[in-house]
């Protein structure tokens, strides 16, 4: 869960990648949390939001990604 960005509409997921050593896109929701399944124990996984705002009838994004999130799953 995140806090709401002003004028966002839609907010973008981003799980960090170590194969690639880059964030993926993995999702775009509507709402200020996102669900995350099938993760394996013990693992520390990393994720980013970026807001998504409608600019002049055209979706942009919204500034950078948060900071790094990081959770662990037991």
Do not use: H, M, Q
């Given at each position: 869960?995140?806090?709401?960005?002003?004028?966002?509409?839609?907010?973008?997921?981003?799980?960090?990648?170590?194969?690639?050593?880059?964030?993926?896109?993995?999702?775009?929701?509507?709402?200020?949390?996102?669900?995350?399944?099938?993760?394996?124990?013990?693992?520390?996984?990393?994720?980013?939001?970026?807001?998504?705002?409608?600019?002049?009838?055209?979706?942009v994004l919204s500034g950078n990604a948060t900071k790094?999130?990081?959770?662990?799953?037991?």
């Amino acid at each position: 869960k995140w806090s709401k960005s002003t004028g966002a509409t839609n907010y973008i997921v981003y799980r960090y990648d170590s194969s690639t050593d880059s964030y993926k896109r993995i999702a775009t929701t509507a709402e200020t949390s996102y669900t995350v399944k099938n993760l394996k124990k013990g693992t520390n996984y990393y994720y980013k939001i970026r807001p998504v705002v409608i600019e002049d009838g055209k979706t942009v994004l919204s500034g950078n990604a948060t900071k790094a999130y990081k959770f662990r799953t037991k």
